[in-house]
């Protein structure tokens, strides 16, 4: 795919980079991939599935790519190519702390109601426990219960990005962890 340059002019190109945390190499990376998955007659308008998104290696091995995929699409099922410009640009090491916070927020709240509930919890660690690792149901409760009480300053067993916030802000890792290697 070595004409992948040519998909962009010179004032696109500078601006996806303006706009993203993103090298001009980089953007022309995450084309490629793009037009990987989407086939010969893919563009930047084409919409890919969600299936053929998870065909990603960047994301089948991440716990979280179904979720990944539903927050950077605008439906929830199919991604053009500026929103998967978006979501590499989220996980590229160059991203700021507060952006990744934010996103991993997001990603963890999967009832989209603004807060991380118990159920919200008890997914974020099944998958991060893996099929093969469930926890037996009192040790789940025992989990969360755990969580909540440490991070739940209202009391009100629901997490808010700022609860969410200050918790991640003690984890200095999350750069490293929250992070996609084109």
């Excluded at 219960?145 to 918790?167: P, R, W």
């Amino acid at each position: 795919m070595g004409g992948s340059n040519s998909a962009f002019s010179k004032e696109e190109l500078d601006r996806y980079q303006d706009l993203t945390y993103l090298s001009k190499k980089e953007i022309l990376r995450v084309y490629e991939r793009f037009t990987e998955i989407g086939g010969e007659n893919a563009t930047r308008l084409t919409r890919l599935s969600k299936g053929a998104l998870l065909q990603l290696p960047e994301l089948q091995a991440n716990p979280f790519a179904q979720r990944i995929v539903d927050v950077f699409s605008e439906d929830g099922e199919k991604m053009t190519f500026e929103d998967l410009l978006d979501m590499m640009s989220v996980f590229s090491r160059k991203a700021p702390v507060s952006v990744k916070v934010e996103y991993a927020f997001n990603i963890y709240d999967f009832d989209d109601d603004g807060y991380l509930s118990v159920d919200d919890l008890a997914k974020v660690i099944a998958a991060l426990t893996g099929p093969e690792n469930q926890l037996h149901k009192h040790e789940m409760r025992q989990l969360v219960d755990c969580v909540m009480k440490e991070t739940n300053l209202g009391e009100d067993n629901l997490i808010s990005f700022a609860e969410f916030e200050h918790v991640i802000s003690k984890a200095p890792d999350i750069a490293d962890q929250f992070r996609i290697t084109l």
